[in-house]
């Protein structure tokens, strides 16, 4: 079997191995439901490993592992969308920092599923240890790929609700109920999550024959996150009260591995955000893999981006609409961005200037969608303008008739795969460390990769005529010091990786979340009247609360974030 999205489809053949928390606590075996003693075997142990996998896609509209409602909506880059304020309100709560409560049951599912795909890799763990490399000599790989998704799915938890019991596969099932999600500090999760991740990077090849599992690359880009993520020291009320340079070297570490194998960017930014062909190019390290006609009704599509496909679409929702802000934060003066007054006026084609991501980020009126020509995007594809104005996402999304895209009355998906982690990432963490410890110089030149790479893309060319991107040249368009280089990445990340729910994580990590996202509020008010009044709660709204059904699972033994 030489590709995983084949791999994932034999799931179908033994979901009967999914145990729930429910079961593991049950003194009397249910019907259908098997044990580490049914299953352990060379025979089982490839199922198991395929079960944890799986979970990579079994996310749903209102709890996506995209991160949009959480990662885009809740910062300056995205209006929640829909038919109005009402559709899906706890995730106009989420936008407009209002009224977030523990009892939200999105979060709860969020929270459930991740614990779900724990569970699965530390059951497929211990199995593997069972047996030897003369009857399996893939163990240690197989391991490394479980710690590698066992770090992922606890990564997801950490940036979304700061502190989470950290499970293993050492823990015994009847000592569960006495782990608490503050037996660690902030610095220990963070610290076990980087074990996981050195564990898969010791353990994985260079080299994988089958698509998505990970390789001892994408295990390295993923321990170089989770450190730069720990470097921002937090106090208990989530206030940044320094950075830890050890952990910035592991980054640098981590990063130069990644820069010395055979990932690179590509060539045209909008290959990242294409399918078919385009899938499992160079720049990505990891991602989702997605498929179409392999024997069940669907296929396995990207189903928590189904409601962020614009009306022009048969089963659809617009939902994910860029906000101005952003649309704004892609003009450009003499090629370079305009930070600290792009948002004072609103972007004009007739007169702005802009940096040409914003065409592979943004659909907007009168220009082909997703590069076709043939279907121009108009006021027609938009559901609630009065409400949430004309922008749409793209990158999530493919062209009208594509036959990736699948109706799912009444939604529609994709099979376009989901990339966790891509090379322009590595550059950028890498940059970040480096300026981080005055070592500005050293990182001027992997911003002006990516700005290069921006510059030339060439899908644009034959119906934009207003693009406008020079790379950063001290003495010339900019002085190089730390303080702007700092803030130069950090607008980087903005307009690189926009729309793909990692916005508002920056934000936190940096400390600057009240700041930016008050001004936005502020500024965004007079577009978007429930804007008004709007306001982030500093020492609180930068994490969600732990899930109030998750308080009352642990018998109250988990406790809640501070202040909520």
């Not at 614990?115 to 059951?123: D, F, G, K, Q, T």
């Not at 502020?522 to 500093?538: N, P, V, W």
């Not at 969600?544 to 642990?554: E, G, M, T």
Request: glycine residues 4%.
């Amino acid at each position: 079997m030489n590709d995983m999205k084949t791999l994932y489809i034999n799931l179908l053949c033994c979901l009967f191995l999914l145990v729930t928390s429910c079961s593991d606590f049950l003194e009397i075996k249910p019907n259908g439901v098997l044990s580490e003693s049914d299953i352990s075997g060379v025979s089982q142990v490839d199922a198991m490993v395929i079960s944890a996998y799986s979970m990579l896609g079994n996310d749903h509209y209102d709890s996506p592992w995209s991160l949009w409602p959480y990662g885009n909506v809740r910062s300056d880059d995205a209006y929640k969308g829909g038919r109005d304020e009402a559709d899906i309100q706890n995730f106009h709560f989420y936008e407009v920092c209002s009224n977030i409560l523990p009892d939200f049951g999105e979060p709860d599912v969020f929270w459930y599923q991740c614990y779900v795909s724990i569970a699965r890799c530390n059951r497929a763990i211990n199995i593997l240890k069972t047996l030897s490399e003369v009857e399996y000599p893939e163990k240690e790989k197989r391991i490394g790929e479980c710690r590698f998704l066992r770090g992922h799915f606890y990564f997801l938890l950490k940036i979304m609700f700061k502190y989470m019991p950290y499970i293993d596969d050492a823990e015994l099932i009847n000592d569960y109920a006495n782990i608490s999600n503050r037996r660690y500090s902030n610095d220990e999760l963070w610290d076990k999550i980087a074990g996981d991740f050195k564990a898969a990077y010791d353990a994985l090849p260079s080299v994988q024959s089958d698509l998505g599992r990970p390789d001892s690359y994408a295990a390295a880009a993923y321990l170089a996150k989770t450190y730069l993520y720990k470097a921002y020291q937090q106090d208990e009320k989530h206030d940044v009260i320094g950075v830890n340079g050890d952990d910035l070297q592991q980054v640098l570490l981590y990063t130069q591995e990644v820069l010395n194998s055979t990932y690179s960017l590509e060539r045209d930014f909008a290959n990242n955000f294409l399918p078919g062909s385009y899938e499992n190019g160079r720049e990505s390290i990891w991602a989702v893999q997605y498929s179409l006609d392999d024997g069940t009704k669907f296929g396995r599509l990207n189903f928590g981006d189904v409601l962020n496909v614009p009306m022009k679409f048969t089963g659809s929702c617009d939902f994910h609409k860029p906000s101005q802000n952003l649309v704004n934060a892609f003009k450009t003066t003499n090629g370079t961005p305009q930070q600290g007054v792009f948002n004072k006026v609103d972007y004009n084609e007739l007169t702005d200037k802009v940096d040409p991501r914003l065409y592979h980020t943004v659909a907007l009126l009168n220009k082909p969608y997703k590069y076709d020509k043939s279907n121009v995007f108009n006021e027609s594809w938009t559901r609630t303008s009065s409400v949430y104005g004309y922008y749409s996402s793209l990158k999530e999304n493919v062209a009208l008739n594509d036959p990736h895209s699948v109706l799912l009355d009444p939604f529609r998906g994709n099979s376009k795969n989901r990339i966790v982690l891509r090379f322009a990432d590595v550059l950028l963490m890498r940059a970040e460390a480096l300026i981080e410890l005055n070592r500005e110089q050293e990182a001027l030149p992997l911003i002006n990769l990516i700005r290069e790479r921006a510059k030339s893309s060439v899908k644009l060319i034959d119906y934009v005529n207003n693009v406008e991107i020079e790379l950063y040249q001290p003495g010339v368009n900019c002085v190089w010091n730390n303080n702007f280089a700092k803030q130069a990445l950090r607008f980087e990340r903005r307009l690189e990786f926009a729309m793909e729910g990692n916005r508002f994580f920056d934000l936190v990590r940096w400390g600057i979340t009240e700041e930016v996202l008050n001004e936005y509020y502020l500024e965004e008010s007079s577009k978007r009247s429930y804007y008004t009044g709007a306001k982030f709660q500093r020492n609180k709204s930068e994490y969600l609360p732990i899930p109030q059904n998750q308080i009352s699972f642990s018998k109250k033994l988990y406790q809640q974030n501070f202040n909520y």
